[in-house]
């Protein structure tokens, strides 16, 4: 079955970055909408960026823009987000996704991906 496999989670401190990976198998990589979310405890879970299927257009929610950036290499099957000047309120598990044919700002609405990953914690110290 599809499986999406976060990795690159941690602690850090505030300042620090972190680089998320997500390699997907079982699916046509290249056919999918992919994006990250995040969900703290006790928070509701949040969309912060996706890119589309082919064009290479992405999103970014205001809260990252300007510091996380969303790649993909369809060649290994992988998604990544690098994250840069990372905060304390950040702290939060964070969760690869994958949808087919998705649009490039999928994970900005009430929109369910296909699929999720196990999620990947990140912890960001003051």
């Known amino acids: 079955q599809v499986q999406l496999v976060e990795s690159g989670g941690g602690s850090v401190q505030a300042g620090g970055s972190l680089r998320l990976s997500c390699t997907a198998s079982e699916l046509t990589f290249g056919d999918y909408a992919m994006g990250w979310f995040r969900q703290a405890p006790g928070e509701e879970r949040e969309g912060i960026s996706c890119m589309h299927w082919s064009n290479g257009d992405t999103y970014y929610a205001d809260s990252v823009k300007g510091r996380f950036t969303i790649s993909r290499d369809n060649a290994k099957n992988t998604l990544y987000l690098q994250m840069n000047n990372l905060k304390p309120e950040e702290t939060a598990m964070y969760f690869c996704?994958?949808?087919?044919?998705?649009?490039?700002?999928?994970?900005?609405?009430?929109?369910?991906?296909?699929?999720w990953g196990q999620g990947t914690q990140v912890t960001v110290s003051s």
């Open positions: 996704t994958a949808d087919h044919f998705g649009v490039y700002d999928y994970c900005s609405g009430s929109w369910s991906p296909d699929y």
